[in-house]
T-cell receptor, first 113, second 113 residues
Framework: EAQVTQNPRYLITVTGKKLTVTCSQNMNHEYMSWYRQDPGLGLRQIYYSMNVEVTDKGDVPEGYKVSRKEKRNFPLILESPSPNQTSLYFC????????????FGNGTRLTVT | DQQVKQNSPSLSVQEGRISILNCDYTNSMFDYFLWYKKYPAEGPTFLISISSIKDKNEDGRFTVFLNKSAKHLSLHIVPSQPGDSAVYFCAASALSNTGKLIFGQGTTLQVKP
C-alpha cells in the first residue's frame, strides 16, 4: 500500500530533550515536506526537500532540523524542544513534478512540557 | 502575514444542499491552487486543484472556481453528504517555487443528515 509513515503518533517530552520524528514514504517520491498544524493557523511549512541531499526552509524553520540522506526518509529533528513546539506535525511527499498533489502521513501529536 | 486566508472557521449545511467554502490569497505570484480534506486523526488528502489558466475545474460533486482579479477561490460541493463533514484546507503555490505550498487556516464543514 502506498503510504507516508510517521513515527511516533504521539510523543510527550520535556523541554530541551532532543527528539526525532521519523517519516518514510514507499512511493519513490522525490519531494518531501514537514508541516505543523496549530489552531487558527492552519498548516505551516517547516522544511521541504526537492530531492536527496537538497533541503530548504519553509515558513517556520526555527528550532527544527531535517536531513535527506536517502529518498524514502525525511526525519524531523528537534535539538532542544520548547513548549511552543507543541503541535500536530505532518510529513508529506509527492512526485515533485510541478504541482503534483501531496500525500500526507497521519500526523504526530507532540507535547513539550 | 497570512498569504492564504479562509475567513470562515466553520460551515454547517443540510444534506443534499450546496456547500461553498471560500479562500482568499494575497500573493499575485500564486498560480496553482489545491483543496485538501482532513478527517480527525488522519492526514489531509488531496481533493481537487486548479491552475491559474483556468477559472473552473470540476470533479464529480466538487467544483473549484478561481477569480484571479479578486484573488479568490471557492470550492462547491453539490450535493453535500454527511461523509463530507471534515476540515477543508485551501493551498497555493507559485510556479517559480513549487516547493513552497502555503495553506489556509482551514474551514470545518458539518453536513447534517
Amino acid at each position: 500500500e502506498a503510504q507516508v509513515t510517521q513515527n511516533p503518533r504521539y510523543l510527550i517530552t520535556v523541554t530541551g530533550k532532543k527528539l526525532t520524528v521519523t517519516c518514510s514514504q514507499n512511493m519513490n517520491h522525490e519531494y518531501m515536506s514537514w508541516y505543523r498544524q496549530d489552531p487558527g493557523l492552519g498548516l505551516r511549512q517547516i522544511y521541504y526537500s526537492m530531492n536527496v541531499e537538497v533541503t530548504d526552509k519553509g515558513d517556520v524553520p526555527e528550532g527544527y532540523k531535517v536531513s535527506r540522506k536517502e529518498k524514502r526518509n525525511f526525519p524531523l529533528i528537534l535539538e532542544s524542544p520548547s513548549p511552543n513546539q507543541t503541535s500536530l506535525y505532518f510529513c508529506a511527499s509527492s512526485l515533485g513534478q510541478n504541482n503534483s498533489p501531496l500525500h500526507f502521513g497521519n500526523g504526530t501529536r507532540l507535547t513539550v512540557t | 502575514d497570512q498569504q492564504v486566508k479562509q475567513n470562515s472557521p466553520s460551515l454547517s449545511v443540510q444534506e443534499g444542499r450546496i456547500s461553498i467554502l471560500n479562500c482568499d490569497y494575497t500573493n499575485s505570484m500564486f498560480d496553482y491552487f489545491l483543496w485538501y480534506k482532513k478527517y480527525p486523526a488522519e492526514g489531509p488528502t488531496f481533493l481537487i486543484s486548479i491552475s491559474s489558466i483556468k477559472d473552473k475545474n470540476e470533479d464529480g460533486r466538487f467544483t473549484v472556481f478561481l477569480n484571479k482579479s479578486a484573488k479568490h477561490l471557492s470550492l462547491h460541493i453539490v450535493p453535500s453528504q454527511p461523509g463530507d463533514s471534515a476540515v477543508y484546507f485551501c493551498a497555493a503555490s507559485a510556479l517559480s517555487n513549487t516547493g513552497k505550498l502555503i495553506f489556509g487556516q482551514g474551514t470545518t464543514l458539518q453536513v447534517k443528515p
